[in-house]
């Protein structure tokens, strides 16, 4: 598949089957993650790989938005291990975490499999619950899985600004604020 179509065509399930993920596809969505550009290649991003019923459980109780999928990868990254811009130690981990996530959620549909990206979760509970030490930031949560038959993009799926109210060439003149939920 084309690059550009691939992302025009992805779209975020939110119902899963029960069928479990190859480990074959997911080694492959894991090393899209491993080979994403970090920040002076630091890598500090950290996977934990959430497939068994206890772990799952375990995140159902830190998020309503699991969408009950047979894998989730939690994606951190190591706040002593992450680059820091020097003129204002700006800590680029989480950008780091988030190129990483974008990665493997497009390795993940470029696969035939079906995944959402997951902000939505209390931190404390998710530290708390997988035991993650003090310098372990979590970023995103990816529950990925074969999607159910009756799995459809969302309506607004395919809506998107024109190019000119995202893009700027040299100048932001004429650039109005509080236009950006317009649609």
Not at 76 to 99: F, H, L, P, Q
Request: hydrophobic share 35%.
């Amino acid at each position: 598949m084309e690059f550009l179509q691939l992302v025009k065509e992805r779209h975020s399930v939110r119902r899963f089957s029960d069928r479990k993920v190859e480990r074959e596809k997911l080694d492959l969505i894991l090393e899209a993650g491993r080979v994403a550009p970090t920040a002076v290649n630091y890598q500090p991003q950290r996977i934990l790989v959430i497939d068994s019923k206890e772990n799952l459980d375990k995140l159902k109780s830190c998020t309503t938005y699991h969408f009950h999928a047979p894998l989730a990868l939690l994606v951190c990254y190591d706040s002593t291990a992450s680059w820091k811009r020097s003129y204002d130690n700006e800590d680029m981990g989480a950008v780091d975490a988030s190129i990483v996530t974008t990665q493997m959620m497009l390795q993940t549909a470029e696969l035939g499999l079906g995944s959402t990206w997951v902000g939505h979760f209390d931190p404390k509970q998710i530290r708390t619950a997988f035991e993650l030490p003090e310098y372990l930031v979590p970023v995103a949560l990816l529950p990925i899985g074969y999607p159910r038959e009756d799995s459809a993009p969302h309506p607004l799926h395919g809506k998107r600004f024109d190019m000119d109210h995202t893009v700027f060439f040299n100048s932001f003149n004429g650039i109005t604020e509080g236009k950006q939920n317009e649609k």
